[in-house]
């Protein structure tokens, strides 16, 4: 059973950082994509991020580009997201994600396999 659990959520002032962990269990790690997505309130599930099995494509929404990177590390089986000059609109829940078929950055081929998200707060 996929399972991916994500931590490293908070509340940040604008301009700061986090590093959003995510730890995978019941699959082998390096076999699937994994994802990070965010759902701010009132709206829908956007992709933030994603990172192929082997690490070496990695896709980056537009309003994270430049300030977010993802880089997964398979003898620990866990992906991360490191988010710098963090603004309010980043405010959201962040979910981790994986998918076994290589799709899009899209919610709707990882959201089989999410996690219980984590809550990142940016105060202005």
């Known amino acids: 059973e996929v399972q991916v659990v994500e931590s490293g959520g908070g509340l940040v002032q604008a301009g700061g950082s986090l590093r959003l962990s995510c730890a995978a269990s019941g699959f082998t790690f390096d076999e699937y994509s994994m994802g990070w997505f965010r759902q701010a309130p009132g709206k829908e599930h956007e992709a933030v991020s994603c990172?192929?099995?082997?690490?070496?494509?990695?896709y980056y929404a537009g309003p994270v580009q430049g300030r977010f990177t993802t880089y997964k590390d398979n003898a620990k089986n866990t992906v991360y997201l490191e988010m710098n000059s963090l603004k309010p609109e980043d405010t959201a829940v962040y979910y981790c994600a994986a998918d076994r078929l290589g799709g899009p950055c899209l919610w709707r081929y990882f959201s089989g396999s999410r996690g219980q998200g984590t809550q990142v707060t940016v105060a202005s």
């Open positions: 990172i192929d099995r082997t690490g070496q494509s990695i």
